[in-house]
């Protein structure tokens, strides 16, 4: 069997999908604040959050769903 034979659709299909659950930090980077801001947003609830075990997750689409929030509040004001 040559190399060009070797079929590579496994390892495409093996690629990382997109993260279901961020860290804070990526989280904090997508919303482009401060860690400790972001830390600060989900201790009064308004950015959701997960605890596995002792780590602090923030949900992939939790970032997009604060900023509509926001963007709705501040239009009504």
């Known amino acids: 069997m040559s190399?060009?034979?070797?079929?590579?659709?496994?390892?495409?299909?093996?690629?990382?999908p997109a993260p279901v659950l961020l860290t804070?930090?990526?989280?904090?980077?997508c919303l482009r604040i401060g860690r400790t801001t972001c830390f600060a947003l989900i201790r009064t609830g308004e950015l959701?959050?997960?605890?596995?075990?002792?780590?602090?997750?923030?949900p992939a689409d939790a970032p997009a769903a604060?900023?509509?929030?926001?963007?709705?509040?501040?239009?009504?004001?």
């Open 48 to 58: 959701e959050s997960l605890t596995i075990g002792g780590l602090r997750r923030v």
């Open 3 to 16: 190399i060009a034979a070797v079929d590579t659709a496994p390892l495409a299909e093996a690629a990382d």
């Open 24 to 29: 804070v930090e990526e989280a904090a980077r």
């Open 66 to 77: 604060y900023v509509t929030r926001l963007r709705t509040t501040q239009r009504a004001a």
